[in-house]
C-alpha cells in the first residue's frame, strides 16, 4: 500500500532552516493579488519595503522550499501519484506576528492518517521557531485518492458546516488576475497543476487551476483589510477547507460574518474576537471555494 500509515505516524520529525527576507514577503503578497491600485497607502504597506508589514499566510511560503501538501508526498510511510493528490484544508496559528526578515528552524511530521474508504487524508503538521521562541505552527490536511480502505480510523467528518444564515457583515469581490497562478508559484510550489494544461488535464480539470493556498491568502487580506482596519498583527488562528477550485481569470466574492468576541480585549488594547468567511467563485453561479473558514483575531 502506497500510504503507510503506522510508518508515516512513526517517522521522527524532519528539520529544516528556514529564512526569508522583504523581497520575499513582498512577492509573495504581488502573488496573492496585493498592490492593486498599486499607489493606494493600503495597499503600499504590502508592497513598500519602507513600508512593509507581512500578512501572516506568508508562514505558508516563508524559506520558499516545498509547500505543506508536496513535502507530505516526501514523508516517510508515502509514496503517491502527485496527480491524485488534493489540498483538503489549512490551518496557521501565530504564536507571534511573522517579521519581515527572519531566520528559523522549521520541523515537520505527519501527525495523523485517516481512512476515508476511496481515500487517504494525511495531516502535516510544521512547528516554526527562531531564536526568540515559536513563531507559527501550520497544518496542512492532504487527500490522497484511491488509496483508502486498509480499515484505519475515520478522522473527522469532512462534510462541510453551512455559513451563518443572517446576512452577512461585508461582502468584497476580488478579481483574480490571468497570470495569478504564473506570479505566485515564484515563491516556492511549482507544482505543474497551476501552469500546465496537459498535466491540469491529466488530473482531471479543463485548465491549469489557482493554487489553494493563494486564494487562502488572498481571503486572509480581504479580512485584514475589511475586518482589521489592514493590522496583520491581530490574526491569531486561520483556517479553512478546500471545497472547489478557483481558475485564473475569475472573481472571488469573500461573505464574512463576525461571530463571536470574548468580551476582553487582546494585545494593545483591540478588542478580540472571531469571524466566519465562505468564498465562491461569482462566474460559476456561486461555485464554493473555501468553506469552514474562520479568522480569530485580538
Known amino acids: 500500500m502506497p500510504v503507510d500509515a503506522a510508518g508515516a505516524l512513526a517517522a521522527a520529525p524532519r528539520v529544516r532552516e528556514i529564512a526569508w527576507d522583504h523581497k520575499d514577503v513582498q512577492l509573495y503578497h504581488l502573488g496573492i493579488g496585493a498592490g492593486r491600485p498599486a499607489t493606494d497607502p493600503r495597499e503600499l504597506r504590502y508592497t513598500l519595503e519602507s513600508r512593509l508589514h ?9 524559506g520558499g522550499g516545498a509547500p505543506g501538501v508536496i513535502g507530505t508526498l516526501s514523508a516517510p510511510g508515502v509514496d503517491v501519484d502527485l496527480a491524485r493528490v488534493l489540498h483538503g484544508g489549512q490551518r496557521l496559528r501565530l504564536h507571534r506576528p511573522v517579521p519581515v526578515r527572519g531566520r528559523a528552524s522549521a520541523a515537520s511530521r505527519i501527525v495523523a492518517v485517516y481512512d476515508k474508504g476511496t481515500a487517504a487524508v494525511l495531516v502535516l503538521r510544521t512547528e516554526v521557531t527562531d531564536a526568540d521562541g515559536p513563531l507559527w505552527t501550520d497544518e496542512a490536511e492532504v487527500f490522497v485518492r484511491g488509496e483508502g480502505g486498509w ?3 475515520r478522522g473527522p467528518s469532512g462534510r462541510p458546516s453551512p455559513p451563518p444564515a443572517a446576512p ?4 468584497v469581490d476580488r478579481a483574480v488576475r490571468e497570470d495569478q497562478a504564473l506570479l505566485y508559484r515564484l515563491s516556492g510550489d511549482w507544482n505543474p497543476l497551476h501552469a500546465d494544461p496537459e498535466f491540469a488535464a491529466r488530473a482531471g480539470f479543463e485548465r491549469p487551476v489557482l493554487h489553494g493556498l493563494c486564494t487562502y491568502g488572498a481571503t486572509l487580506k480581504a479580512v485584514v483589510d475589511t475586518l482589521l482596519d489592514g493590522d496583520v498583527t491581530r490574526v491569531r488562528d486561520y483556517r479553512t477547507r478546500f471545497a472547489g477550485v478557483v481558475y485564473p481569470g475569475e ?3 469573500v461573505r464574512m460574518w463576525r461571530t463571536a468576541g470574548t468580551g476582553g480585549a487582546g494585545a494593545g488594547g483591540a478588542r478580540t474576537g472571531e469571524a466566519r468567511v465562505a468564498v465562491n467563485a461569482v462566474e460559476r453561479d456561486d461555485a464554493p ?7 480569530r483575531y485580538g
Open 54 to 62: 507581512v500578512l501572516p499566510s506568508f508562514a505558508t511560503v516563508a
Open 151 to 153: 480499515g484505519g480510523e
Open 168 to 171: 452577512p457583515d461585508q461582502i
Open 251 to 253: 472573481t472571488l466574492r
Open 289 to 295: 471555494v473555501l468553506t469552514d473558514t474562520v479568522v
